[in-house]
């Protein structure tokens, strides 16, 4: 029998019309040959318990989810990841027999980038600019991952506060909040700097945050969670000091790649996924 039904799966958002990850989700479905479509919805934040509901009563593989229902979605989840339950929010569920599970892949997808570049974290010191969403995640991982000591530099001192005591209270790592000075020195132990604010994004791209950039060594590897553009001012500068730089475009492609495995059970095409983000943004 032909089976005409392809398996749904996409991303709740608002606003969503600029989230480029339907392009690279359908790259991959086509080249392991599976009937899947991913599926690009604007859901308003009022209307989200509805939406979840849809996730099941269509029989949903999963669905990712962006501003601002990352943190909203949880009371309607099922289980959540122990990374997902620490950090406290989730961009991505996966949908079986009627349960919803909440995944949280963006900092799982920073430390495959990172450690695809040749990089361990293990007793590594990382410092991190930001306490927003993407710094969370990728805090958390870092410490889930072997991570020393995190140093978190964010400009509001309240959020910046409250990541550093989540870091160390809920995992092995260490970790202190340093307020955002100007021209602010980066510690010199520093072994990982990661740029998790959204400074730089395209069409912004010549701001970069405000560090002294002679504090930057050739020991350090220096990372973006910018994506658009891949080469910001941020790593220009960091490369010029000699550092070893990362962009965000694999951070990007990684948690897709995890989002599809966790939707198809296939392994991702990480080089088609790759190649598709980067002719997007070309
Ligand atoms: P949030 O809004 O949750 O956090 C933004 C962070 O940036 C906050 O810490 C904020 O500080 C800081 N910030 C913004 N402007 C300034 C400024 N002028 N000076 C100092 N700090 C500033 O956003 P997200 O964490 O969700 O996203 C951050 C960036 O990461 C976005 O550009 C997003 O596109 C990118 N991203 C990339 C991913 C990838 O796969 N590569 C995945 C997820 C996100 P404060 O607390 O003081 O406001």
Not at 16 to 33: H, L, Q
Not at 238 to 243: C, K, L, M, V
Request: hydrophobic letters at 40%; one cysteine or more; glycine letters at 8%.
């Amino acid at each position: 029998m032909k089976n005409y039904r392809a398996e749904l799966t996409g991303v709740f958002g608002d606003p969503v019309d600029d989230n480029p990850t339907g392009v690279v989700e359908e790259a991959a479905f086509a080249a392991k040959n599976l009937n899947y479509r991913y599926l690009t919805i604007k859901v308003l934040p009022e209307d989200l318990g509805k939406a979840m509901d849809s996730v099941k009563i269509f029989d949903m593989k999963g669905i990712n989810l962006t501003m601002p229902h990352k943190i909203k979605v949880l009371p309607y989840l099922d289980e959540l990841s122990p990374a997902a339950e620490i950090i406290g929010a989730v961009n991505t569920v996966i949908q079986k027999e009627g349960k919803l599970f909440g995944e949280n892949t963006d900092g799982k997808g920073f430390v495959t980038a990172l450690k695809n570049s040749g990089e361990t974290l293990d007793k590594k010191n990382v410092t991190i600019l930001g306490a927003g969403g993407a710094a969370r995640a990728i805090a958390v991982e870092c410490a889930l991952n072997g991570a020393a000591y995190i140093n978190i530099i964010n400009r509001s001192i309240e959020k910046g506060e409250e990541l550093a005591s989540l870091i160390q209270m809920k995992t092995d790592s260490s970790a202190k909040y340093l307020n955002w000075k100007n021209n602010m020195a980066i510690p010199s132990d520093t072994d990982i700097l990661i740029n998790a604010t959204s400074i730089g994004f395209s069409p912004n791209v010549t701001d970069k945050p405000d560090i002294d950039y002679t504090s930057i060594t050739p020991e350090m590897c220096v990372c973006d969670v910018i994506f658009n553009p891949a080469e910001t001012i941020f790593l220009k500068t960091a490369a010029e000091n000699g550092a070893k730089t990362i962009t965000g475009l694999g951070m990007l492609v990684q948690q897709a790649a995890l989002n599809f495995t966790l939707w198809t059970g296939v392994e991702a095409p990480v080089d088609v996924m790759e190649d598709a983000l980067k002719k997007e943004f070309e």
